[in-house]
Nanobody
């Protein structure tokens, strides 16, 4: 069992930066791959980025590649999403999730989810 709690969301102007954190509890956290997803009003939840359990491999959606960076610290049971050059279209609720699958982009592959944190980018 893994419990996930996101934090770090807020309101930022276009071109700005935010750093989201995903804090995990549970002894098996370090064995899970972690992904970030987002969901804008009226839209489906979409994949943003994922990182393998060791932190050795990452994968990004084309829409955020080069602007977002995912990282993890297994000693602190945290995964971070550094977001830069933010655009209004990045506005969404951001969720972290845990999966046993490497480089998984489908929501159905994830077993555990956090409650989400709101990111709003103003133009």
């Amino acid at each position: 069992q893994v419990q996930l709690v996101e934090s770090g969301g807020g309101l930022v102007q276009a071109g700005g930066s935010l750093r989201l954190s995903c804090a995990a509890s549970g002894r098996t956290f370090s064995s899970y791959n972690i992904g970030w997803f987002r969901q804008a009003p009226g839209k489906e939840r979409e994949f943003v980025a994922t990182i393998t359990w060791s932190g050795g491999n990452t994968y990004y959606a084309d829409s955020v590649k080069g602007r977002f960076t995912i990282s993890r610290d297994n000693a602190k049971n945290t995964v971070s999403l550094q977001m830069s050059s933010l655009k209004p279209e990045d506005t969404a609720v951001y969720y972290c999730a845990a999966t046993p699958y490497n480089i998984a982009t489908a929501t159905s592959r994830y077993d555990y989810w956090g409650q989400g944190t709101q990111v709003t980018v103003s133009s």
